[in-house]
């Protein structure tokens, strides 16, 4: 009876610890070895101790069979060693020796909690990831000679060779101060900011203490990866002051849309999750190299765990723009507006061969230097010598295809190009200059404040789309005039120096009594001479003798001022509104 009740009852709860590191709880412990929940962690010495007990439970209730002799534990047990077998990013991928991230059984990573470490090491180039904080004054567009209230924010960012640092371009926007500090330090260092893409979102700081170099090894930059490679997005996001891993895999390659400086480039789309204050971070491979730079995510109710990575050929590009040039300069575009050529008629309508394949221009930018080779409906056939498809795509690589604005992309302002063209049925070489493009509203006022002036309590200003921003919030995409979205999305500068100058507001005065309702309005014509833009308009009523000003706006309304009148009155309706000057600073030089 006593054998009989000793095999019933229950099993120990706990297995036995040897089926514990064999039998990972879950397939995917060895499928993503960045993320801690999915590590299978050895057991310290107190959990050993544990479940020898329980080992030892089981076996004194077996009813047959000599009891094994358990080994006699040190007082003081030493730690376990780590396992040798190498973990695995992806199925047929390994993690090379001394280039994997470091879990701990506390659950840190990276050594940031203490404990053991699982069979991989620390990335040297983790200690080269360095925390930025900003303090940013916005200038007030709506009041431009105002700024607004200061704010303060933290991103990431990463050291590269020359003693310097790479980050966003949005983390520094409008910096007054900028500082860094270092993984595992306590120390703030100031930095100074050498060079802002606007285009491409990046930023480049250096530090002029020696003491924040040393020990710190820059990062090294490695090639653009395929589809499907494995990257890991190194920052510090909201939530805590310690470093953060996010791993994933490269899901898409293509030219995207930078938020941030409204233009398109080659971006990677990740499915790492990038949270605000890890723009600026690094992107690497599993050899432990850069491949990109964390800069925004997709944010939608459909979607999940979209990030984009900025890709090492658009950092090279602003690093040796930077170093050509001592400043950045910007990204050329090809100043034209294209369109497909699928249809098989609009092909033949425009004299194409069947063999021929390219995009037809629809109009030419008057300020861009190819307006003087290339014409509205030229097909351009190749541009430096790479066939362009009838959606406007090139080859890329294997199996890849991309929008040939990538091959402008990789160009430097002032570098020629040659360009194939079809025009009337006739091929036409030609041999063009690039040149950065400017829009006729600006996405940025690129860190300048903006301009102004005022006359008889008429603000004068120009559109920029911060301005649009700033009057019509977030959605100003719908909630902006007609008139200025046409203008911001179709309308191209006829000169170099034109601008779009608008009556901001009308400050109440006894002198603009029946013109309080104008805001936001295309000033067209000033004494029947056009405006080109807000210098020239300043100039044209300072210097005008006239009896009165009047003033030509958009939708057929005029604006008409004694002239004598006007000038005496400002000076008062400006210290009514508590402002230093009728112009800013940019005006009177």
Same mark, same amino acid.
């Given at each position: 009876?006593?054998?009989?009740?000793?095999?019933?009852?229950?099993?120990?709860?706990?297995?036995?610890?040897?089926?514990?590191?064999?039998?990972?709880?879950?397939?995917?412990?060895?499928?993503?070895?960045?993320?801690?929940?999915?590590?299978?962690?050895?057991?310290?010495?107190?959990?050993?101790?544990?479940?020898?007990?329980?080992?030892?439970?089981?076996?004194?209730?077996?009813?047959?069979?000599?009891?094994?002799?358990?080994?006699?534990?040190?007082?003081?047990?030493?730690?376990?060693?780590?396992?040798?077998?190498?973990?695995?990013?992806?199925?047929?991928?390994?993690?090379?020796?001394?280039?994997?991230?470091?879990?701990?059984?506390?659950?840190?990573?990276?050594?940031?909690?203490?404990?053991?470490?699982?069979?991989?090491?620390?990335?040297?180039?983790?200690?080269?990831?360095?925390?930025?904080?900003?303090?940013?004054?916005?200038?007030?567009?709506? &009041?431009?000679?105002?700024?607004?209230?200061?704010?303060?924010?933290?991103?990431?960012?990463?050291?590269?060779?020359?003693?310097?640092?790479?980050?966003?371009?949005?983390?520094?926007?409008?910096?007054?101060?900028?500082?860094?500090?270092?993984?595992?330090?306590?120390?703030?260092?100031?930095?100074?900011?050498?060079?802002?893409?606007?285009?491409?979102?990046?930023?480049?700081?250096?530090?002029?203490?020696?003491?924040?170099?040393?020990?710190?090894?820059?990062?090294?930059?490695?090639?653009?990866?395929?589809?499907?490679?494995?990257?890991?997005?190194?920052?510090?996001?909201?939530?805590?002051?310690?470093?953060?891993?996010?791993?994933?895999?490269?899901?898409?390659?293509?030219?995207?849309?930078?938020?941030?400086?409204?233009?398109?480039?080659?971006?990677?789309?990740?499915?790492?999750?990038?949270?605000?204050?890890?723009?600026?971070?690094?992107?690497?491979?599993?050899?432990?190299?850069?491949?990109?730079?964390?800069?925004?995510? &997709?944010?939608?109710?459909?979607?999940?765990?979209?990030?984009?990575?900025?890709?090492?050929?658009?950092?090279?590009?602003?690093?040796?723009?930077?170093?050509?040039?001592?400043?950045?300069?910007?990204?050329?575009?090809?100043?034209?507006?294209?369109?497909?050529?699928?249809?098989?008629?609009?092909?033949?309508?425009?004299?194409?061969?069947?063999?021929?394949?390219?995009?037809?221009?629809?109009?030419?930018?008057?300020?861009?230097?190819?307006?003087?080779?290339?014409?509205?409906?030229?097909?351009? &056939?190749?541009?430096?010598?790479?066939?362009?498809?009838?959606?406007?795509?090139?080859?890329?690589?294997?199996?890849?295809?991309?929008?040939?604005?990538?091959?402008?992309?990789?160009?430097?302002?002032?570098?020629?190009?040659?360009?194939?063209?079809?025009?009337?049925?006739?091929?036409?070489?030609?041999?063009?200059?690039?040149?950065?493009?400017?829009?006729?509203?600006?996405?940025?006022?690129?860190?300048?404040?903006?301009?102004?002036?005022?006359?008889?309590?008429?603000?004068?200003?120009?559109?920029?789309?911060?301005?649009?921003?700033?009057?019509?919030?977030?959605?100003?995409?719908?909630?902006?005039?007609?008139?200025?979205?046409?203008?911001?999305?179709?309308?191209?500068?006829?000169?170099?120096?034109?601008?779009?100058?608008?009556?901001?507001?009308?400050?109440?005065?006894?002198?603009?009594?029946?013109?309080?309702?104008?805001?936001?309005?295309?000033?067209?014509?000033?004494?029947?001479?056009?405006?080109?833009?807000?210098?020239?308009?300043?100039?044209?009523?300072?210097?005008?003798?006239?009896?009165?000003?009047?003033?030509?706006?958009?939708?057929?309304?005029?604006?008409?001022?004694?002239?004598?009148?006007?000038?005496?009155?400002?000076?008062?309706?400006?210290?009514?509104?508590?402002?230093?000057?009728?112009?800013?600073?940019?005006?009177?030089?």
């Amino acid at each position: 009876m006593g054998d009989t009740k000793g095999k019933r009852g229950r099993k120990p709860k706990n297995p036995n610890p040897t089926e514990t590191l064999e039998s990972p709880s879950s397939n995917s412990a060895l499928d993503d070895v960045f993320s801690v929940s999915n590590v299978e962690i050895i057991p310290s010495a107190a959990t050993a101790t544990t479940s020898t007990s329980s080992a030892a439970a089981t076996t004194s209730a077996r009813p047959r069979g000599r009891p094994r002799k358990l080994p006699k534990l040190p007082e003081n047990p030493e730690p376990l060693p780590p396992q040798p077998t190498p973990a695995i990013l992806s199925p047929g991928r390994r993690v090379p020796t001394g280039n994997a991230i470091g879990v701990g059984a506390g659950g840190g990573v990276g050594g940031e909690s203490g404990g053991h470490s699982v069979g991989v090491r620390l990335v040297p180039a983790m200690d080269a990831v360095v925390k930025v904080f900003c303090v940013h004054t916005e200038p007030n567009f709506s &009041l431009p000679w105002q700024r607004k209230r200061q704010y303060s924010s933290s991103s990431s960012g990463f050291v590269i060779g020359g003693r310097r640092v790479l980050t966003n371009a949005h983390s520094v926007e409008h910096y007054t101060q900028v500082k860094v500090k270092k993984r595992g330090s306590d120390t703030k260092y100031l930095a100074t900011v050498l060079a802002i893409g606007t285009e491409c979102d990046i930023a480049m700081l250096t530090v002029n203490d020696d003491e924040f170099w040393e020990g710190v090894s820059p990062v090294e930059f490695g090639e653009l990866p395929a589809l499907q490679d494995a990257v890991t997005v190194v920052g510090y996001p909201i939530g805590g002051d310690t470093i953060s891993v996010t791993s994933g895999v490269v899901s898409r390659i293509e030219i995207l849309s930078y938020v941030h400086g409204s233009t398109e480039l080659l971006g990677l789309q990740i499915d790492a999750a990038i949270n605000s204050g890890n723009s600026g971070g690094p992107a690497f491979n599993d050899k432990g190299n850069c491949v990109g730079i964390a800069f925004q995510s &997709l944010k939608h109710e459909d979607v999940e765990n979209i990030g984009y990575v900025i890709p090492t050929p658009v950092i090279q590009h602003f690093i040796q723009d930077y170093e050509k040039n001592e400043a950045y300069t910007g990204f050329p575009i090809l100043g034209v507006e294209w369109q497909k050529m699928e249809n098989p008629d609009l092909r033949a309508a425009m004299g194409m061969k069947i063999d021929q394949k390219g995009v037809r221009i629809r109009r030419v930018d008057p300020t861009a230097p190819e307006s003087g080779v290339l014409k509205s409906s030229d097909i351009i &056939l190749s541009f430096d010598g790479v066939d362009i498809a009838n959606d406007g795509t090139v080859p890329f690589r294997h199996g890849e295809r991309i929008g040939f604005s990538y091959l402008v992309s990789q160009k430097y302002a002032g570098d020629s190009s040659a360009i194939k063209v079809l025009r009337n049925s006739e091929i036409l070489n030609f041999n063009i200059k690039l040149a950065s493009h400017r829009r006729l509203i600006p996405a940025h006022n690129k860190g300048r404040p903006p301009s102004y002036y005022i006359i008889a309590g008429f603000v004068f200003t120009t559109v920029s789309v911060p301005y649009l921003r700033s009057e019509y919030g977030k959605d100003y995409e719908y909630e902006a005039p007609v008139k200025l979205l046409d203008k911001l999305l179709h309308s191209m500068p006829q000169s170099p120096d034109e601008q779009l100058v608008v009556v901001s507001q009308v400050l109440v005065a006894d002198t603009n009594i029946g013109y309080e309702d104008i805001v936001n309005t295309q000033v067209l014509a000033f004494n029947g001479k056009p405006v080109k833009n807000l210098k020239s308009l300043a100039e044209m009523v300072e210097n005008c003798e006239d009896e009165f000003l009047k003033f030509d706006l958009e939708y057929e309304q005029m604006v008409v001022l004694r002239t004598k009148t006007a000038k005496a009155a400002t000076p008062d309706i400006l210290a009514m509104h508590c402002i230093p000057s009728a112009m800013s600073e940019d005006l009177k030089a």
